[in-house]
């Protein structure tokens, strides 16, 4: 399903949308938040930019007012706080056993808010997983952003195919843990 379709399901899901993000706007969001869009999302926010819906948790990206800078800039930290509080609890993936979690905190990619706890994260990929994320309760919601819209916003469930989802230093470890637990526990 290409990005016109899928925006008319998500318009008569009750989704509003304002015009497509030009250029320049995209060139201000990646300057502004230190990211660099991937390729899908970049091309579906020039295509149209969903601004609102009944829960109205769409990062608000073509305001560059600085109540809304900080907002956003909330929203991509907010991820981390989460996973680290988890981490004060007890959680630690295998593959973390003695690192310096500062440091690989500080090597994991951003987080580009998409849809309330939806997340892209900002990896050298076209159209990268999108992953939602509370802490430890973390799953990949989409292997790719047409898949992840497909779910969450039409009635359409795209199968559920995760081969060649790339792997996302430190989500990638937190994932695993998880998928780990449902299969032990089906």
Same mark, same amino acid.
């Given at each position: ?81 989460? #996973? @680290?509080?988890?981490? $004060? %609890?007890? *959680? ?9 979690? &500062?440091?690989? /905190? ?16 900002a990896?050298d ?19 790719? #952003? @047409?898949?992840?819209? $497909? %779910?969450? *916003? ?9 081969? &060649?989802?790339? /792997? ?5 470890d ?13």
């Open positions: 399903m290409d990005y016109k379709t899928l925006i008319c399901y998500m318009r008569r899901g009750g989704v509003e949308f304002a015009p497509g993000l030009s250029e320049e706007e995209i060139g201000q969001i990646e300057t502004t938040y230190g990211v660099c869009l991937p390729a899908s999302l970049r091309e579906f926010y020039q295509t149209a930019l969903p601004v609102f819906c009944a829960r109205n948790i769409f990062p608000r990206w073509n305001d560059f007012s600085p109540g809304n800078v900080a907002a956003i800039r909330e929203r991509m930290a907010a991820p981390y706080q989460w #996973l @680290r509080r988890d981490m $004060e %609890r007890g *959680f630690c993936p295998p593959t973390w056993e003695g690192k310096d979690m &500062d440091r690989l /905190f500080g090597d994991a990619p951003k987080l580009i808010p998409v849809y309330a706890h939806r997340y892209m994260p990896i990929h076209p159209d990268p997983p999108v992953i939602s994320t509370v802490g430890r309760d973390t799953i990949v919601y989409g292997r790719n #952003l @047409r898949d992840y819209l $497909e %779910r969450e *916003f039409t009635q359409n469930d795209p199968a559920a195919d995760r081969k &060649d989802i790339p /792997f996302v230093p430190v989500w990638s937190v994932i695993a843990v998880v998928e780990s637990f449902f299969r032990r526990k089906s």
